[in-house]
């Protein structure tokens, strides 16, 4: 097996190859939902940068390749006794992908998100440059600018990030409320408790649930939501629960949070005959690009008299705004379930320049679905009142999907003096397309 300095100069002779042409990465995997137009690039195939390097359990880091995927880091990771202080909630995220966009979960409301996570990063530049960012070292500028680049800076080819420790299990609290000012209250009340990990589903105007996982030794029992039980409706049922930690995990994977229902397979008899190992993100997301190329529920849509907007965002709110996001996307948008995760900057003195979030707690509305009506509005109709909502609240949204932003809002947001220098110092050439350019445009 090549080691990484040897996959890294074959990458580096690939890029120089391409020398003038747009590139892109070349991945088995994406959890990118945002068509691309088609313009010609040259693929750099980065596939093999997927290996776990080192676990150092007792300083409490992990060194993995880029292109890593989460599966393979918590499972190396936990053969270790320890886990990545934040892991996005689907198994195919890699660790770069998360670290050049903006990673959340449960324990985001502890340690921030993913970015935050992280001890240092290698990056290949656009020019073929590969350099060392550390928080402190020369290139501290990249290290802070790379959050939410999406690609657009350089790519990462290694990262080092905090490793937590974990016991075996996880135990559950799932506590229901019915009015939206006292949940967020509550919500915010237990972030500032022990639990390890805290998230919570929005079901209805009159129905939340807020989940609090604490790490365990032992269970009286242990559930699984891996196959013919779906775990989102457990939240509705039960009052506690336990889980593996590796389960725990991994519980939004297996129906991609509710999403599996759009696919019929919430249905028992669907589930058996596809088997457990089709049950996951990773053929959903491909089901989904299949039908986005094929425009296959469009035509039906359109055949049908219908029209429809994809809605799929992840936009985080301070916590004292979070019930007027809540009623305006109720009046407004109307997708159920919501999931809802509180985010707290985990070094409130650092300034990660292209996702700014003040010292206060956030909550991540995070709704994946499609809005169908009669009534034909303007492209981006719904996306668009939800940029303006999350703006005017203060909040700011992930850009791993549509988005439609005049560019100067957009920059206002994304911070374009931060980034004009950043772009300046390490794509003077202007190789890669910018943030605008490939997140709004779809260049
Ligand atoms: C339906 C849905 C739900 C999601 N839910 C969550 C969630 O619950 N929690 C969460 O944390 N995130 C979530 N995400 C967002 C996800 O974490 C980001 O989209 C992330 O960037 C995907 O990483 P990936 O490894 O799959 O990268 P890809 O999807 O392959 O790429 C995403 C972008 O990052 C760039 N990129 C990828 N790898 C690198 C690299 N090594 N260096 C530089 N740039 C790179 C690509 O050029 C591309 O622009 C969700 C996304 C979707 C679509």
């Known amino acids: 097996m090549a080691t990484y300095e040897e996959k890294k100069q074959r990458l580096l002779a690939e890029l120089r190859a391409s020398a003038g042409m747009a590139v892109a990465l070349a991945k088995n995997t994406s959890n990118l939902f945002r068509d691309r137009n088609n313009a010609p690039r040259r693929k750099l195939d980065v596939r093999n940068f997927n290996n776990v390097l080192r676990v150092d359990a007792a300083n409490g880091w992990v060194e993995a390749e880029g292109m890593t995927p989460y599966e393979k880091l918590v499972d190396a990771m936990l053969a270790h006794g320890v886990m990545p202080a934040v892991v996005p909630q689907l198994k195919s995220i890699t660790l770069g992908g998360a670290a050049a966009g903006v990673g959340i979960e449960a324990s985001s409301f ?20 590969v350099v060392l960012c550390t928080p402190d070292n020369e290139h501290k500028d990249l290290f802070f600018g790379f959050p939410n ?37 509550d ?23 807020i989940t ?57 008899i669907i589930r058996r005959i596809v088997g457990k190992s ?19 529920t469009q035509r039906l849509d359109k055949l049908m008299g219908r029209h429809s907007e994809s809605v799929i965002q992840d936009v985080d709110i301070p916590i004292a705004n979070a019930p007027q996001f809540l009623d305006f ?25 292209l ?14 679905d499609v809005v169908k009506g009669r009534e034909q509005h303007p492209k981006g109709h719904y996306n668009r009142k939800i940029e303006r909502k999350v703006s005017e609240l203060g909040g700011i949204k992930s850009l791993y999907s549509d988005s439609y932003y005049e560019a100067d809002e957009f920059w206002q947001i994304y911070n374009k003096p931060a980034y004009t220098q950043l772009k300046r110092k390490y794509d003077a050439q202007g ?9 709004v445009l779809r260049q």
């Open 187 to 209: 919500l915010a009340q237990r972030c500032a408790e022990d639990a390890d990990f805290v998230d919570g589903v929005v079901f209805g105007r009159n129905e939340m649930v």
């Open 149 to 185: 680049s999406y690609g657009t800076l350089g790519y990462v080819l290694k990262l080092k990030a905090k490793a937590v420790p974990v016991k075996k299990f996880v135990q559950l609290q799932h506590i229901r409320h019915t009015d939206p000012a006292e949940y967020f209250d």
């Open 212 to 268: 609090l996982g604490r790490f365990v030794d032992n269970a009286p029992f242990v559930s699984d939501y891996t196959y013919k039980n779906i775990y989102y409706r457990s939240l509705r049922e039960r009052t506690t629960d336990f889980l593996t930690t590796h389960d725990y995990i991994w519980r939004w994977d297996t129906d991609w949070f509710w999403c599996s229902r759009n696919f019929f397979a919430q249905n028992p």
């Open 355 to 368: 996702f700014r979030m003040p010292n206060t707690l956030y909550v991540n509305f995070g709704f994946w």
């Open 431 to 439: 190789t890669f397309k910018d943030l605008y350019q490939k997140c």
């Open 329 to 353: 996307f109720h009046h407004e948008i109307g997708i159920l379930p919501i999931w809802v995760c509180p985010i707290h900057p985990y070094q409130p003195n650092a300034q990660f320049d």
């Open 278 to 296: 089709f049950l996951n993100s990773v053929t959903y997301s491909k089901i989904m690009r299949w039908n986005s190329k094929w425009k296959i």
């Open 110 to 129: 502890k340690y921030g998100l993913v970015h935050e996570t992280l001890l240092e990063m290698e990056i290949l530049l656009p020019d073929g440059r």
